[in-house]
């Protein structure tokens, strides 16, 4: 009702000549009330058509503390490891991803699950200072 008695107040030196300028605004709040279901009924077939996706489960304590780990190597070293041990590439696979001799990719590798077990073995000494 207010969208039409503003539009109505805006028109009023149209709308004041009219015989019946009640009449135009009930016309026009009825256009508007029509308008507006038209538009919600065809926001609930979309939505019923496309209902929302499902909730991503939470992230395990394990994934969040191997993420922090892997944050904290070196990042070529993290790289290999994870296109080896995520991605199942071979070291060969790797070494011409990146461009580097395999050695180099073992050496990263290795380096790597050192660097790795460390920060791993520093979360396990807090959890076990913290009694988890």
């Not at 039409?4 to 709040?29: K, M, N, S």
């Amino acid at each position: 009702m207010q969208e039409a008695f503003l539009r109505a107040w805006q028109r009023w030196d149209t709308i004041g000549a009219y015989d019946d300028p009640v009449g135009w605004v009930r016309r026009v709040a009825w256009n508007l009330a029509m308008s507006r279901y038209r538009r919600l009924s065809l926001h609930r077939l979309w939505v019923d058509r496309h209902p929302p996706p499902e909730a991503v489960p939470p992230l395990e304590p394990d994934r969040i503390v191997l993420v922090a780990a892997l944050r904290k190597i070196p990042e070529m070293q993290r790289r290999a490891l994870v296109l080896h041990y995520v991605a199942d590439l071979s070291v060969a696979d790797i070494a011409a991803e990146t461009g580097v001799a395999e050695g180099t990719v073992r050496s990263w590798l290795s380096r790597g699950r050192a660097a790795l077990a460390e920060h791993l073995a520093e979360f396990r000494e807090g959890r076990d200072e913290r009694g988890l």
